[in-house]
């Protein structure tokens, strides 16, 4: 077995078929073909369920597969770590929610970039649950979500606590008129989004089941929506103050369970960090107040 092998093995499940995985290999099928039955005499499983359709994953497989990833990890940060043995270089992948993109990541981008300038750091949003699976699965080197993540495998640490706010449109009526209004409208971020699912427990706490929901991608959007009277929604305040202070918005504070927002930053344990994650990871490590990093 070599990792040639194994990328072959991951290009038969990423197309679900030999005659693919060849074509994306340079190789020709009659290759791949022996090379699975190579893998497969070698663990002594078989990898793949053939039918005239399709070839999918055994459970075997999805064992192997979680290896791959790793295995393919490492061997390119050990190239990397190798070529660049007194320098701290190569590239991040860095997962977090809309507002944080906002509002952390040029500081981010500043604060890093003087100190590693070898560094490429790439950022990308997205919700929740999303980065946090991406991170297990080696899409992205580390994430900033919202706590608690309680998952296995992952490391954490805490970046800060946030306050989330009510928002509504200073033209408008009083919040109070427009929770008796039917249907009530609320200007949101698609399912799986933590300002959407704290808003909609709000409401069910205010015995508010029924309402209609428009879905937005920006927070830019959600702010001109909400600011022309079009529904209410639920941000960071910090995002209202940094940024949209001279809005017609109002804010509404919330109790301290519903409006208390913990950042984390998650990223792999009990893996070899490349260098310029644990730079990173470092970074948060010793500025944050009080931070230490915690296994789950």
Same mark, same amino acid.
């Given at each position: 077995?070599?990792?040639?092998?194994?990328?072959?093995?991951?290009?038969?499940?990423? @197309?679900?078929?030999?005659?693919?995985a060849a074509v994306?290999?340079? /190789? =020709?099928?009659?290759?791949?073909?022996?090379?699975?039955?190579?893998?497969?005499?070698?663990?002594? +499983?078989?990898?793949?369920?053939?039918?005239?359709?399709?070839?999918?994953?055994?459970?075997?497989?999805?064992?192997?597969?979680?290896?791959?990833?790793?295995?393919?990890?490492?061997?390119?940060?050990?190239?990397?770590?190798?070529?660049?043995?007194?320098?701290? $270089?190569?590239?991040?992948?860095?997962?977090?929610?809309?507002?944080?993109?906002?509002?952390? +990541?040029?500081?981010?981008?500043?604060?890093?970039?003087? @100190?590693?300038?070898?560094?490429?750091?790439?950022?990308?949003?997205?919700?929740?649950?999303?980065? *946090?699976?991406?991170?297990? @699965?080696?899409?992205?080197?580390?994430?900033? *979500? $919202?706590?608690?993540?309680?998952?296995?495998?992952?490391?954490?640490?805490?970046?800060?606590?946030?306050?989330? +706010?009510?928002?509504?449109?200073?033209?408008?009526?009083?919040?109070?008129?427009?929770?008796?209004?039917?249907?009530?409208?609320?200007? =949101?971020f698609d399912e799986?989004?933590?300002?959407?699912?704290?808003?909609? $427990?709000?409401?069910?706490?205010?015995?508010? =089941?029924?309402?209609?929901? /428009? +879905?937005?991608?920006?927070?830019?959007?959600?702010?001109?929506?909400?600011?022309?009277?079009?529904?209410?929604?639920?941000?960071?305040?910090?995002?209202?103050?940094?940024?949209?202070?001279?809005?017609?918005?109002?804010?509404?504070?919330?109790?301290?369970?519903?409006?208390?927002?913990?950042?984390?930053? =998650?990223?792999?344990?009990?893996?070899?960090?490349?260098?310029?994650?644990?730079?990173?990871?470092?970074?948060?490590? $010793?500025?944050?107040?009080?931070?230490v990093t915690t296994?789950?």
């Amino acid at each position: 077995m070599n990792t040639n092998d194994l990328k072959i093995f991951e290009a038969v499940a990423a @197309n679900g078929s030999f005659t693919k995985a060849a074509v994306t290999m340079f /190789t =020709v099928q009659s290759n791949v073909t022996a090379r699975i039955k190579s893998l497969e005499e070698e663990f002594g +499983v078989e990898l793949f369920t053939r039918t005239s359709r399709k070839v999918e994953l055994t459970p075997g497989g999805q064992t192997l597969m979680q290896y791959c990833k790793q295995i393919g990890h490492l061997v390119e940060e050990a190239k990397n770590n190798i070529k660049n043995s007194n320098t701290v $270089s190569g590239s991040l992948k860095i997962g977090c929610i809309e507002t944080t993109m906002a509002l952390k +990541v040029p500081g981010i981008l500043n604060h890093f970039e003087e @100190n590693y300038p070898e560094v490429e750091l790439e950022f990308r949003s997205d919700m929740r649950n999303n980065l *946090v699976n991406d991170v297990l @699965n080696y899409k992205l080197d580390a994430a900033f *979500v $919202s706590a608690p993540v309680n998952v296995n495998g992952l490391g954490q640490i805490h970046i800060k606590e946030e306050q989330l +706010v009510i928002l509504t449109s200073s033209n408008g009526p009083k919040l109070n008129e427009l929770l008796t209004k039917q249907p009530l409208k609320i200007i =949101v971020f698609d399912e799986g989004c933590i300002f959407r699912a704290r808003l909609e $427990s709000w409401l069910s706490s205010k015995g508010i =089941v029924h309402y209609k929901s /428009t +879905v937005l991608n920006s927070v830019e959007g959600i702010i001109n929506f909400v600011e022309a009277g079009l529904g209410i929604s639920l941000l960071p305040e910090e995002v209202i103050f940094s940024y949209y202070s001279g809005r017609r918005i109002t804010s509404h504070g919330l109790n301290k369970q519903l409006g208390t927002m913990n950042t984390v930053l =998650v990223f792999k344990k009990d893996v070899l960090q490349p260098r310029a994650l644990k730079v990173f990871v470092d970074m948060y490590s $010793s500025t944050a107040h009080g931070l230490v990093t915690t296994d789950i």
